[in-house]
């Protein structure tokens, strides 16, 4: 069984802070791994993509893979409350169109 | 189209009657998938489909479960004799390879009464 780990949170942070988001996977194989974001309400959107170990930077966002660790984080520079939603982690196979696992959701609250 | 369109957005039905949900995915994409959320719930797998290959059916929760894609375009999600625990947002998303992720619709809003 395909596992996907997350902290449920909430995780809250003042606004203009660093907010830090974590996620486990337990099949050592996978290759790909997705950040989605998901207001209250709404499907989930991607936001962000790594395939490699080290960093990937977009924008505010940084995503950090460590596959020796079987370990995917999310760093959000200068939050926003606009940013406070549930991001789900997601982990897929190396190719092909496997589903993707998703975790839980870590729930942000950005305080302004 | 631009986005994977999902229809209808609600749906309220009775216990014990049928529905079809029906999703349109994004033009070229050859993998559609099915998954449900319930409430506060992550994201649980029902099926998919990949070009003309039979589809995925392992996440399917029982045989009340069905699904199509015709012409390897448009899918519906059918639920026969519907439960109450059956009432969760049902999404549907596409991708031309799921490597690279997938784009989500907006979803339809099951309610069983």
């Known amino acids: 069984q395909k596992e996907v780990e997350q902290n449920s949170g909430p995780l809250s942070v003042p606004e203009g802070a660093i907010a830090s988001l974590n996620c486990t996977y337990s099949?050592?194989?996978?290759?790909?791994f997705f950040w989605y974001r998901q207001y209250s309400g709404k499907s989930p959107e991607l936001i962000m993509s790594i395939y490699s170990n080290g960093d990937k930077e977009d924008g505010r966002f940084t995503a950090q893979l460590n596959k020796a660790s079987q370990y995917v984080s999310l760093l959000i520079r200068d939050s926003q409350p606009s940013d406070s939603a549930t991001y789900l982690c997601a982990v897929g196979a190396n190719s092909g169109n496997t589903p993707l696992v998703f975790g839980k959701g870590t729930r942000l609250s950005v305080i302004a | 189209g631009a986005g994977v369109s999902q229809s209808p957005s609600n749906k309220v039905t009775e216990k014990g009657k049928d529905v079809e949900l029906r999703c349109d995915p994004i033009s070229g994409h050859t993998a559609l998938y099915w998954y449900r959320q319930s409430l506060g719930q992550g994201l649980e797998f029902l099926i998919y489909f990949q070009g003309n290959s039979a589809p995925d059916k392992s996440g399917l929760p029982s045989d009340r479960f069905s699904a199509e894609r015709t012409g390897g375009s448009v899918s519906t999600l059918t639920i026969q004799r519907t439960q109450q625990e059956d009432s969760a947002v049902y999404l549907c998303?596409?991708?031309?390879?799921?490597?690279?992720?997938?784009?989500f619709g907006s979803g339809t809003r099951l309610t069983v009464v």
């Open positions: 998303a596409s991708s031309l390879e799921a490597f690279y992720g997938y784009t």
């Open positions: 099949d050592r194989g996978s290759q790909s």
